[in-house]
């Protein structure tokens, strides 16, 4: 528990085993109250480690993508009754050590949804390629125009928020076409576009130096999947 609050951090890991304990361990018990890792199918051990290292583990018996892996974690977090959700990435890219930056916000001065940005000054990048450094700031832009929240990092997936957000008829998560990449950003519009009052704080993103399995996301693909709900939302094609 933190200053009165339960807090649950939530990861989504496919096929992992390398990193995930890591990522679990790493997580810091006197203020986390229950780590869980959503296994979205893996072939590899990465539930069997992420147990070893002491989180509760969702399995997917097949893989059916990142968003809906994170919405497990979601609502497993919301039905176990926790006051604030941490979103982490199941591949030990964000430092938990910055969690209460993300919490604070929301605890002491009301807000109820904070995301993490590398780009805001204290933040830190390590080890980003220049395609990537180009393709996030763009997307943050686009993110400006068609949703109307000055975020400067709107691709990063460390967050946190009050739980109840989940309660709100208007954003509904449970959209087939979300279970991608294509949650996570459609999470975000929608919250903005509710009226939660929403800030952005300074954190760490590292991409691991190892070349192999530093990133499943597949050119062209992957990165559409991630603007599609911005676009779709703006136009009013999906709700």
Partial sequence: MY????????MSSLNEEAKIA???RRVPRDFVDEVVV???GSTD???RQAELAGASVIRHKSNLGAGAGYRSGYFYGFEKGYDIIVELAGDDQDDPKEIPRLLDPIIDEGYDYVHGSRWLKGGVRINHP???IIAT????????????FPSTDATNGFRAFRAQILKNKNIDL???WLNKYELEPYFFA????????????????EYHSEKKGYTKMIPIFSWWSILRPIILLRLGIKK
């Fill in 174 to 176: 449970w959209q087939n």
């Fill in 45 to 47: 051990n990465t539930a």
């Fill in 130 to 132: 220049l395609y990537r």
């Fill in 3 to 10: 200053k009165g609050k339960k807090i649950i951090v939530v």
């Fill in 22 to 24: 890591n990522g679990v």
């Fill in 38 to 40: 959503v296994d979205d």
């Fill in 190 to 205: 929608k919250v903005v576009k509710n009226g939660y009052k929403i800030k952005e704080v300074p954190v760490t993103k």
């Fill in 137 to 148: 700031k763009f997307y943050s832009f686009l993110f400006r125009i068609l949703i109307g």
